[in-house]
């Protein structure tokens, strides 16, 4: 069975077609869930996505969990990145000129979506506390990621900014890269 699990977002900067941020975090309790009849809370150990980040599986980006519908950004076209660090599970995606993501944009913009993700995956591995009321995620494979309306998870941030500013950054670390080279090979 797919679990799907929200986080609401922290902050929010709107500037673009560049959604990034946290889509899990790591080492924090969600909200009660309920799967199955079962209430629990959860937290995602940290790594727990990396086999699926070191495979290559191809992550959809959704809004609403609504996988009926076109993604707004895939892995396999490139079009959104995951990385996996000490606070968790980050990502940007290139958000396209389409009709949804303007809906999305919008949507935040006027803070009727605040920025809360969530993500798709199913357990690969769990442990469980004695009373089985708290679950800990050790590894599980992310099918998809969403920006969402409302959330299981309080600590994440999901935030749009331009392209132009994504590849300022780019070109800024690829300057300050070569003077670094320039600077090593002086010395």
């Not at 679990?3 to 990034?20: H, N, P, Y």
């Not at 937290?43 to 996505?49: H, K, S």
Request: glycine content about 6%.
């Amino acid at each position: 069975m797919i679990s799907r699990r929200t986080l609401e977002a922290t902050e929010q900067k709107i500037d673009g077609r560049t959604l990034a941020g946290y889509a899990a975090v790591y080492g924090q309790d969600s909200r009660e869930i309920v799967e199955q009849g079962r209430r629990f809370t959860e937290r995602i150990a940290p790594g727990a996505f990396n086999e699926t980040l070191s495979s290559g599986g191809d992550v959809k980006l959704f809004i609403n969990h609504r996988t009926d519908e076109i993604p707004l950004a895939r892995t396999r076209s490139g079009t959104l990145k995951l990385r996996s660090d000490r606070n968790g599970l980050a990502f940007e995606a290139q958000l396209p000129e389409t009709a949804r993501a303007e809906e999305l944009r919008a949507a935040l913009e006027r803070g009727d979506m605040s920025g809360e993700m969530s993500f798709g995956f199913f357990v690969v591995e769990d442990s469980w506390n004695k009373d089985r009321s708290q679950r800990l995620v050790k590894r599980a494979q992310l099918v998809e990621i969403s920006a969402v309306t409302d959330a299981a998870y309080p600590q994440t941030t999901s935030s749009l900014r331009s392209v132009s500013a994504a590849y300022r950054n780019a070109a800024y670390l690829r300057l300050a890269l070569h003077f670094r080279r320039m600077a090593d090979n002086a010395g």
